[in-house]
């Protein structure tokens, strides 16, 4: 069975950091593409970052910009999104999706090209 398990969420102050990592099983993860999205109550799911298969290349959300990272280690299986400076706006439910490129495309917006979904984990920035 193909499978995220999605961990790090939780409540935070703003301005404060949090950490998500999601573990792939079932699948090799170096041969996908892997796509950090969130989704806040009565909002449509969102992009936040993307990274490549080998790491090489990312890109992130315009309103995110030099305060999330998004990494992966491979040899664990695991990608990771780091998250600095938070605001209650990046509240949500944050999720990590897997896709194979069969078409080529990075970081897709279509969010049917993604294979394998992580099964969403909250943050909540409050005070």
């Known amino acids: 069975q193909l499978q995220f398990v999605e961990a790090g969420g939780g409540l935070v102050q703003p301005g404060g950091s949090l950490r998500l990592s999601c573990a792939a099983s079932?699948?090799?993860?170096?041969?996908?593409?892997i796509a950090w999205f969130r989704q806040a109550p009565g909002k449509e799911r969102e992009g936040v970052a993307c990274i490549s298969d080998d790491g090489r290349r990312t890109s992130y959300r315009e309103s995110v910009k030099g305060r999330f990272t998004v990494s992966r280690d491979n040899a664990k299986n695991t990608a990771y999104l780091e998250m600095n400076s938070l605001t209650p706006v990046d509240g949500g439910i944050y999720y990590c999706a897997a896709d194979d490129a069969a078409d080529d495309t990075f970081c897709p917006a279509d969010l049917s090209k993604y294979n394998v979904w992580g099964q969403g984990i909250w943050v909540a920035v409050s005070t």
């Open positions: 079932g699948f090799t993860l170096s041969n996908y593409g």
